[in-house]
C-alpha cells in the first residue's frame, strides 16, 4: 500500500525560504520509472503543477517558478524534499505531493497535504 | 506551457443526471490525459487515465473519453457521493498542466 505525507511549516514570513518534506512507503524511488511530484493548490483555486522528481534522478520544474524551486530525493530516507525561495503570500496554499508509476504518467497516489501560510 | 480549460463550470446537477464535463487541450496532447475528483479539504483522487482508462476501484458510471485536444469526462448516473470538483491533467509534456476544475453541485 502506497502513502505519501507531507511535513514542513504552517507558516512562513515573506522573503523566506520554505522547505517541504514529503515521506513516502509502500514503494522505493530506486525502482526503475517511479517519480514523486509536487503540486500545491491555493485557497479556493485550482491545482498547480510544481515539480516532480525521477528514479534516476531526472528533475522537471514548472517553468514559471523554476528559478526558485529545488527537488532532492534521498532514496534510503524515502523522502522527497522540495525548496522553495523568496516566499509571497500568492505562495500560501496546501502544497500536496503524488506517487508517479512512471515518466509521463498521472498521479495515481497522493498525500493528504500540508497547508502553508505566508504571513509576516 | 500547454494551457488547459474546462466547460462547464459550475454544473449543476441532480442525482442520477447524465454529466459530461469537457477538457480542452491548447495543443495536442495525443491521449496524455486523467481525470481527477475533489472533495472540501481532501487530496484529489485519480478517476480515469491515459484518456479513458477507468482507475482500479473506480465506479464505472466515469468513464472518459476523447484523444488529441477535446476530452470528456462523463459520469452516468450522478450520486450524491460524486458531487464534488473534477480536474483534466496533461501529462504529454512538461509542466504536466491542470485544468481550472469544474464544480458539480447539487442544482
Known amino acids: 500500500q502506497i502513502t505519501l505525507k507531507e511535513s514542513g511549516p504552517t507558516l512562513v514570513k515573506p522573503t523566506q525560504t520554505l522547505t517541504l518534506t514529503c515521506t513516502f512507503s509502500?514503494?522505493?524511488?530506486?525502482?526503475?520509472?517511479?517519480?514523486v511530484g509536487w503540486i500545491r493548490q491555493p485557497p479556493g483555486k485550482a491545482l498547480e503543477w510544481l515539480a516532480l522528481?525521477?528514479?534516476?534522478?531526472?528533475?522537471r520544474y514548472s517553468p514559471s517558478l523554476k528559478s526558485r524551486l529545488t527537488i532532492t530525493k534521498d532514496t534510503s530516507k524515502n523522502q522527497v524534499v522540495l525548496t522553495m525561495t523568496n516566499m509571497d503570500p500568492v505562495d500560501t496554499a496546501t502544497y500536496y505531493c503524488?506517487?508517479?508509476?512512471?515518466?509521463?504518467?498521472?498521479?495515481?497516489?497522493w498525500g493528504q497535504g500540508t497547508m502553508v501560510t505566508v504571513s509576516s | 506551457d500547454i494551457q488547459m480549460t474546462q466547460s462547464p463550470s459550475p454544473l449543476s446537477a441532480s442525482v442520477g443526471d447524465r454529466v459530461t464535463i469537457t477538457c480542452r487541450a491548447s495543443?495536442?496532447?495525443?491521449?496524455?490525459l486523467a481525470w481527477y475528483q475533489q472533495k472540501p479539504g481532501k487530496a484529489p483522487k485519480l478517476l480515469i487515465y491515459?484518456?479513458?482508462s477507468l482507475e482500479s476501484g473506480v465506479p464505472s458510471r466515469f468513464s472518459g473519453s476523447g484523444s488529441g485536444t477535446e476530452f470528456t469526462l462523463t459520469i452516468s448516473s450522478l450520486q450524491p457521493d460524486d458531487f464534488a470538483t473534477y480536474y483534466c491533467?496533461?501529462?504529454?509534456?512538461?509542466?504536466?498542466?491542470f485544468g481550472p476544475g469544474t464544480k458539480v453541485d447539487i442544482k
Open positions: 522528481i525521477y528514479w534516476d534522478d531526472d528533475k
Open positions: 503524488a506517487h508517479s508509476p512512471k515518466p509521463y504518467d498521472a498521479f495515481d497516489i
Open positions: 509502500g514503494f522505493s524511488l530506486s525502482t526503475s520509472g517511479v517519480g
Open positions: 495543443q495536442s496532447i495525443s491521449s496524455w
Open positions: 491515459k484518456a479513458s
Open positions: 491533467q496533461q501529462y504529454n509534456s512538461y509542466p504536466f498542466t
